[in-house]
């Protein structure tokens, strides 16, 4: 695929930032993955992506400080949550509003997934 | 009216009894022989009845209805010592009436210093008299009220001094009444709490109350922390003339407000606790089902390579395993979570037709396997039910699966939602092999599963219901079954509606 679209994937365990990469992989992205926050905001740095799929609980730096974060260095960056905790829709509303670019709830189905991003980064 | 005795009486006779009759007091002057020889205009005014002949009768039969002379008289008493005598005394009119009266008895002495006559004078005290019993009477009430109070309660006067003390106080301080009298009360204070001790005086005498804590002093100069209230007692014209210090005693209720304190410390650390500990162990069991789902759907779907027949196969029932896993492990958490109240649910207003939608969506494979139709009835009237969406989703996909899982071949199941009484009612109803009576409020409990002769994919661990009952609780709803043995089971329950 030509010019495939750039994911960074942060999240400090292995396994699903691992299983996030070979599923995104598989459909063409082009997925790096990192564990912690400060990872994250150096690589964004040195390197542009199409989307950052965030995780929320990681010790250090949660994803909220990450996201703030990322907001103040690269405002036009898309950012979405990849994450076990279920928002109600109305916070979910307000953090659109913020400017976050997705909220996607593990445990995923990879389908749900898969086209989620692919909206996300496709415009 | 007078009597003159020969004898030698130098003054004018009118004079004299005009002089008498000024006086307010009964006045009767008595010879030697207690005959009354005069008397006054108001001896005579208190003679209630009238006497016929008063000079000349005997005093005990005028004034006293006495048939014989009285005993003990100070008449007598002035006839003999020749003295002035004066006292009060009751005295029973017969008719089970007293009267009270101030009696005096001067001697009138002759030439030779002989009493010759007594001049008996006397006042009706009776009210007076009442009166003053009255006010002893409701002296020993009151002390008698002071005393049962349990707290203590001290009287004082405008400038703090104390002139009374209940028992409470006694027992409170530590000093007896008759030690504290015309003691100032900043006694029981600290010698630091001057300024508050001034401030409350003044607020008191100011306000006509002050109400707050202090610390005090016993006699035996431990301090101990109070309640204190002080009130005035006013006169007729509002103005403050005594003070009532009330003092309770809150030794005991600080101690259990601190062991209290401990105790809900206690509770927020085992609470917290346990918050990390569902966190941990959810994100235990979570976390590596994430790459097991996720993986093994990514191959099955050959997103990766190509597969044999056999591979697939196998990964197909790995991947049905895996996700019968994830389902279970949910559960168990979300019991846990429940039962320690730990839930935390996400209210929304949430559409009912499209959630049965959802559900019936996901469960088609199933439906088809079993050759069962499914009917769904939404009345246009019913709104969206007040609901946490995911946990709604899990109660009505468990009873969707439950009415499969007992309905045989070819059998009906029918999803309903109506507006009833204020809530919005769900209905899942099947053709199936049904609940026994007895077993009706059973199948809610944990454990229990109701011994069906399916020999279907059993696969519940008989926890769903017992969520189901315990979500539908927490949201406010009720559910229930209504069943017949071989016919089939309708299982329902409410939800409240924003209205």
């Given at each position: 695929m030509a010019n495939p679209k750039r994911i960074l994937v942060v999240d400090d365990e292995l396994s699903v930032a691992k299983t996030v990469k070979f599923i995104l992989d598989a459909e063409g992205f082009e997925t790096q993955i990192v564990f912690s926050g400060e990872e994250s905001l150096k690589k964004l740095e040195k390197e542009k992506f199409d989307l950052v799929l965030l995780d929320i609980m990681m010790p250090k730096m949660n994803g909220w400080q990450v996201f703030e974060e990322i907001q103040k260095r690269h405002p036009k960056q898309a950012v979405a949550f990849l994450t076990v905790i279920k928002y109600s829709d109305a916070v979910r509303e307000k953090l659109e509003k913020e400017g976050l670019a997705g909220y996607i709830n593990k445990p995923f189905d990879n389908d749900d997934l898969i086209s989620r991003v692919k909206s996300i980064t496709s415009d | 009216m007078c009597w003159v005795p020969r004898e030698e009486i130098t003054l004018e006779r009118e004079f004299l009894q005009s002089v008498l009759d000024g006086i307010e007091e009964s006045i009767v002057v008595i010879d030697r022989d207690y005959n009354i020889v005069c008397y006054n205009n108001a001896f005579n005014s208190w003679l209630k009845r009238p006497k016929k002949k008063i000079i000349g009768e005997q005093c005990y039969a005028v004034i006293h209805d006495q048939p014989v002379r009285c005993s003990p008289c100070i008449v007598r008493e002035t006839f003999r010592t020749g003295q002035f005598f004066e006292t009060s005394h009751s005295h029973d009119m017969g008719n089970g009436k007293k009267v009270y009266h101030e009696t005096k008895s001067y001697?009138?002495?002759?030439?030779?210093?002989?009493?010759?006559?007594?001049?008996?004078?006397?006042?009706?005290?009776?009210?007076?008299?009442?009166?003053?019993?009255?006010?002893?009477?409701?002296?020993?009430?009151?002390?008698?009220?002071?005393?049962?109070?349990?707290?203590?309660?001290?009287?004082?006067?405008?400038?703090?001094?104390?002139?009374?003390?209940?028992?409470?106080?006694?027992?409170l301080f530590g000093y007896t009444e008759d030690e504290v009298r015309d003691e100032s009360h900043s006694i029981f204070y600290r010698k630091e709490d001057g300024d508050l001790l001034a401030k409350s005086m003044q607020e008191v005498l100011e306000r006509g109350k002050f109400e707050g804590e202090v610390?005090?002093?016993?006699?035996?100069?431990?301090?101990?922390?109070?309640?204190?209230?002080?009130?005035?007692?006013?006169?007729?014209?509002?103005?403050?003339?005594?003070?009532?210090?009330?003092?309770?005693?809150?030794?005991?209720?600080k101690k259990a407000e601190r062991i209290i304190q401990q105790q809900l410390e206690h509770l927020k650390e085992i609470d917290s606790m346990k918050e990390e500990y569902f966190y941990s162990t959810s994100h235990e069991f979570k976390t590596p089902l994430t790459s097991i789902v996720g993986l093994t759907r990514m191959l099955l779907d050959e997103k990766v390579g190509k597969l044999n027949d056999k591979q697939h196969e196998a990964l197909e029932l790995v991947y049905c395993d895996s996700?019968?896993?994830?389902?279970?492990?949910?559960?168990?958490?979300?019991?846990?979570?429940?039962?320690?109240?730990?839930?935390?649910?996400?209210?929304?207003?949430?559409?009912?037709?499209?959630?049965?939608?959802?559900?019936?969506?996901?469960?088609?494979?199933?439906?088809?396997?079993?050759?069962?139709?499914?009917?769904?009835?939404?009345?246009?009237?019913?709104?969206?039910?007040?609901?946490?969406?995911?946990?709604?989703?899990?109660?009505?996909?468990?009873?969707?699966?439950?009415?499969?899982?007992?309905?045989?071949?070819?059998?009906?199941?029918?999803?309903?939602?109506?507006?009833?009484?204020?809530?919005?009612?769900?209905?899942?109803?099947?053709?199936?092999?049904?609940?026994?009576?007895?077993?009706?409020?059973?199948?809610?409990?944990?454990?229990?599963?109701?011994?069906?002769?399916?020999?279907?994919?059993?696969?519940?661990?008989?926890?769903?219901?017992?969520?189901?009952?315990?979500?539908?609780?927490?949201?406010?709803?009720?559910?229930?079954?209504?069943?017949?043995?071989?016919?089939?089971?309708?299982?329902?329950?409410?939800?409240?509606y924003k209205s």
């Open positions: - | 001697p009138i002495k002759d030439a030779s210093n002989e009493v010759k006559y007594a001049i008996y004078m006397f006042k009706d005290i009776t009210e007076r008299a009442l009166i003053e019993e009255k006010v002893r009477e409701l002296n020993k009430f009151k002390k008698k009220i002071l005393d049962s109070a349990g707290v203590s309660i001290n009287i004082l006067d405008k400038s703090g001094n104390i002139m009374n003390s209940n028992r409470g106080a006694e027992e610390t005090l002093i016993k006699k035996n100069e431990t301090e101990f922390p109070a309640r204190l209230t002080l009130t005035t007692v006013e006169n007729d014209s509002r103005e403050p003339v005594a003070i009532i210090e009330i003092v309770d005693d809150l030794t005991q209720l996700k019968r896993l994830r389902g279970a492990v949910q559960r168990i958490l979300d019991i846990a979570r429940i039962d320690s109240g730990k839930m935390v649910y996400n209210i929304e207003n949430v559409d009912l037709n499209r959630v049965f939608d959802e559900i019936i969506g996901g469960l088609n494979v199933l439906l088809e396997s079993k050759s069962l139709t499914i009917t769904k009835e939404v009345g246009g009237d019913v709104p969206t039910v007040l609901a946490d969406k995911e946990r709604l989703y899990m109660v009505i996909d468990n009873l969707m699966s439950n009415s499969i899982k007992f309905t045989p071949q070819g059998g009906k199941i029918t999803i309903t939602a109506s507006k009833e009484d204020g809530n919005v009612l769900v209905q899942v109803s099947d053709t199936g092999v049904g609940i026994p009576e007895e077993d009706k409020e059973r199948v809610f409990e944990k454990y229990y599963q109701v011994k069906s002769g399916s020999r279907d994919n059993a696969g519940g661990s008989g926890l769903g219901l017992v969520i189901c009952r315990k979500i539908i609780e927490d949201l406010k709803g009720k559910i229930w079954v209504e069943s017949k043995l071989g016919e089939g089971s309708t299982f329902k329950f409410t939800l409240p």
